[in-house]
């Protein structure tokens, strides 16, 4: 059988590992990568700050789970991991700065003890009845996890640890979060038979695995990238905006304009590795999956800017690995990240170095401020943790667009059925990336990894 086209729409890490994928199960395969912006990463941005890389978008990511520490290690990169220290983060609540109790899962007490020093009292007795309420679970069901919590251990361990807690991952409460994608072992916990959420917990944080849950890459996010494009043997075109994807004779037509002006080109093959409310309209065009396309178009997502700074070390930074932020907090930050304090190899860096986030659902406000007011918006929030204004030796800004898509109850049904859709209507076709299997480094590469897999198939029988 002759090789085929392939078209991946978007360089960012799903539409990167798909076509590494790819062209390894299809040897001899024509592997091309439209990208949008002027280079492939998408949400994977290292800056060069003059004393090293810095993150200016995603920072790390769960090595205990496997998808992204097998492609690192797979790629040659294993000498590149690197792991947090030991300091965990505070939360800003009531004006003052607690450390995150111990023994949470995702902000979840698994000992409603341990949460004095972050909540009331009264809001402490409240939680700790947790027990006592009949649980209501049926075995492989899911549930908006906010309301869940709220429900059983009052809104206070909502506000002051679970949506702190999410916020700097999903930039969306968890009202409006499906317990099962977001906190997988708890659903399973309770399908086993857990008969509160409390001792759920308990068991989850008893037999954690030690050792460090997260993990990153010396050279930043950017050695991953170029390590990819390079394996992928991919024809990575920068600048190129693909506006439509439609049906030809045999295959698939791409549409799409650079700075020269409009192009066409034609695929056996599509993966469509765009944020969300982008996927839809270039399915649309497709034609025969509008309810699909709606369905996706159905999935909210948020916004965000992160301000990354290096700071004299005269700053008296805390000793935490960063702030999250209580959502009753009047302050206009959502987390802040030592990056210096929380991994070791950043510790002998010229200055400190801190990235504060902006942004939440709903909110796009924070895309429209221009970037000299982000920085002072940020200095003025790490001034207000510490105590004293920083001396800032350097900064960048960088928005992220509909970036975090909300995934919302019920999200791994609705995602079948719309790829179900698309098996059917739009054959070679195949959606990945964050809005599908979760927000996440490795969810993405999971994703991108089985779509490519499932192409590859296809293409072979
Ligand atoms: C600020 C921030 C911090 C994060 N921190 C972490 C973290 O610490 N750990 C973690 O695991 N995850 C983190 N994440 C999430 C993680 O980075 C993402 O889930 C993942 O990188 C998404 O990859 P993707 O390729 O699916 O999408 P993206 O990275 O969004 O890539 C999509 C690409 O498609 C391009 N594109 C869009 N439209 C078109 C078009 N029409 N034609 C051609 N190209 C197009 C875009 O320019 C972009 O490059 C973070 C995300 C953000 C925004």
């Known amino acids: 059988m002759a090789a085929p086209r392939v078209a991946v729409v978007g360089g960012g890490l799903s539409g990167l590992t798909a076509a590494y994928q790819l062209s390894r199960d299809l040897p001899g395969a024509r592997v091309t990568v439209f990208e949008a912006s002027p280079s492939p990463g998408g949400c994977l941005d290292t800056a060069d700050f003059p004393s090293g890389p810095m993150e200016l978008g995603a920072e790390a990511f769960i090595g205990r789970r496997p998808e992204a520490s097998e492609l690192v290690a797979e790629l040659g ?71 869940l919590i709220a429900d059983r251990f009052g809104a206070a361990v909502v506000a002051r640890l679970v949506d702190p807690m999410l916020g700097g991952v999903y930039a969306a409460p968890s009202v409006g979060l499906g317990l099962r994608q977001v906190v997988p072992g708890l659903a399973e916990a309770l399908d086993r038979g857990a008969p509160n959420l409390t001792a759920a ?63 066409t080109h034609e695929a056996d093959l599509v993966v469509v590795a765009v944020p969300v409310p982008l996927a839809a309209p270039l399915l649309t065009a497709a034609g025969g999956v509008d309810d699909a396309a709606r369905a996706l178009s159905g999935i909210r997502t948020a916004s965000s800017a992160v301000v ?97 898509a909300e995934i919302g109850p019920g999200h791994d049904a609705l995602i079948a059925g719309i790829r179900g859709r698309l098996a059917e209507d739009l054959p070679g076709v195949e959606l990945v990336g964050g809005a599908t299997e979760g927000v996440g480094v490795p969810s993405c590469v999971g994703s991108a990894r089985a779509a490519a897999r499932r192409l590859a198939a296809k293409w072979q029988d």
């Open 77 to 147: 990169l294993a000498h590149e991991l690197r792991h947090p220290g030991t300091l965990g983060p505070a939360i800003l609540t009531g004006g003052r700065l607690v450390p995150m109790p111990a023994g949470t899962l995702m902000g979840l007490p698994s000992d409603a003890s341990t949460l004095s020093g972050v909540l009331r009292p009264a809001d402490v007795e409240r939680a700790a009845r947790e027990p006592e309420l009949p649980l209501d679970w049926a075995p492989g069901g899911d549930a908006p996890l906010g309301r």
């Open 201 to 263: 917990a308990r068991d989850l944080t008893a037999h954690r695995t030690p050792g460090p849950v997260f993990a990153t890459l010396s050279g930043g996010y950017r050695v991953l990238v170029d390590a990819l494009v390079r394996a992928s043997r991919a024809r990575v075109v920068t600048g190129a905006r693909c506006t439509a994807i439609r049906r030809d004779s045999g295959g698939y037509a791409l549409v799409g304009s650079d700075d020269r002006g409009s192009w």
């Open 308 to 404: 990354a700074l290096e700071v004299d070390r005269s700053l008296d930074l805390p000793e935490r690995s960063g702030v999250l932020v209580a959502t009753d907090e009047p302050v206009p930050f959502k987390a802040m990240t030592f990056s210096s304090r929380k991994w070791p190899h950043l510790e002998d860096r010229r200055g400190h170095l801190v990235r504060v986030s902006f942004g939440r659902l709903d909110d796009d406000e924070i895309l429209a401020t221009d970037d000299l007011t982000l920085v002072r918006m940020a200095v003025s929030a790490l001034a207000g943790v510490c105590g004293t204004t920083p001396t800032v030796l350097h900064s960048r800004v960088r928005r992220w667009d509909n970036a975090l």
